[in-house]
């Protein structure tokens, strides 16, 4: 049985999708103006195409030397890292399995999300695990409001989670050089808490589940930033165990604030360039930021070519 609420009216879904970015919801509402296969193998195949791209041209920047001279060979560091990895698309399926009841089929189209959503543009991998839910989900209303809702309460539970981390960090900001970016700082952090803020006070016309499934997402999703926070934080001390732990609670406050860049892929890479500027003299913390970075894009870009060749040849079955 399936949990989520009837379909509302038309002019309620337009509402609901007025509430996205207008390129988000002209994206979402195409699948409801298209006939659903024609829809869902353009925009299968047209975005494995872009993800193969997208790997053949970012591999250039990886320098395989750099990245092996620093990987650790503990077991004890692979386990780390492939927990840290997954962990997205684990707390997503259990998310949706609590909504939707969705079998362990779902855990790959969550894996192609991530990858879409990271190597690609954020969002693009909402968009593809909607036509999905849509194609392969014996639903008898549109799961748009839910893929919708997720995403929102991810984002509201992503700013808490970063100013809660601010909050713990505070006390070893004077690490970095960061005097001179103070007011951009308050006026990111006021966006944070005012974007909150804003969804909480207009949940009644932004969200379509119901309170209680709201709450159920929200937890999910701050457990997964807690639980990615700290295997991050975990693999990079197994890397380097002599550096003291303010160090990784002010680059793990960065790496949170770098994640609230809603368009902005390969995050991992962006944050290991403002890493290793701010660091500046720190040779082994910045060497250590950017073998993370290309690490983290090496797996993405062989998950990627997987992914993509797999959908490729399944076409609309992917």
Not at 2 to 15: I, Q, R, T, V
Request: with cysteine; aromatic share 10%.
């Amino acid at each position: 049985m399936l949990n989520e609420k009837p379909s509302p009216p038309p002019p309620a879904m337009a509402d609901t999708a007025a509430a996205l970015p207008p390129s988000e919801a002209a994206l979402f509402e195409a699948q409801d103006r298209s006939p659903r296969l024609t829809w869902g193998r353009a925009l299968t195949m047209g975005l494995s195409l872009l993800v193969l791209a997208a790997a053949a041209w970012q591999s250039r920047e990886l320098r395989l030397g750099d990245i092996t001279a620093l990987i650790p060979y503990s077991p004890l560091f692979w386990l780390v890292f492939l927990a840290r990895y997954v962990s997205t698309p684990v707390f997503d399926w259990l998310i949706f399995h609590r909504l939707w009841r969705v079998s362990a089929d779902a855990f790959v189209a969550l894996m192609r999300k991530l990858i879409y959503n990271e190597l690609l543009l954020g969002y693009l991998g909402e968009a593809y695990f909607y036509t999905w839910a849509r194609r392969r989900l014996p639903m008898a209303a549109t799961p748009f409001g839910a893929v919708k809702d997720v995403a929102i309460m991810s984002a509201v539970a992503g700013n808490v989670m970063t100013l809660a981390l601010i909050v713990l960090a505070y006390p070893y900001l004077a690490l970095l050089p960061l005097a001179q970016y103070s007011d951009p700082i308050a006026w990111s952090l006021a966006a944070i808490i005012g974007i909150s803020l804003a969804a909480m006070l207009l949940r009644r016309r932004i969200f379509t589940l119901a309170r209680s499934e709201l709450w159920m997402v929200f937890g999910f999703q701050c457990a997964r930033i807690l639980m990615s926070t700290l295997l991050t934080a975990l693999a990079w001390h197994l890397v380097l165990p002599d550096v003291q732990i303010g160090w990784w609670l002010v680059l793990s406050a960065i790496r949170l604030l770098v994640s609230r860049l809603p368009f902005v892929p390969n995050k991992d890479v962006v944050f290991a360039g403002i890493a290793v500027l701010a660091l500046g003299q720190d040779v082994a913390l910045a060497a250590l930021m950017a073998m993370m970075a290309a690490l983290i894009l090496a797996t993405h870009l062989v998950v990627a070519l997987f992914l993509g060749l797999h959908d490729l040849i399944q076409g609309d079955k992917a």
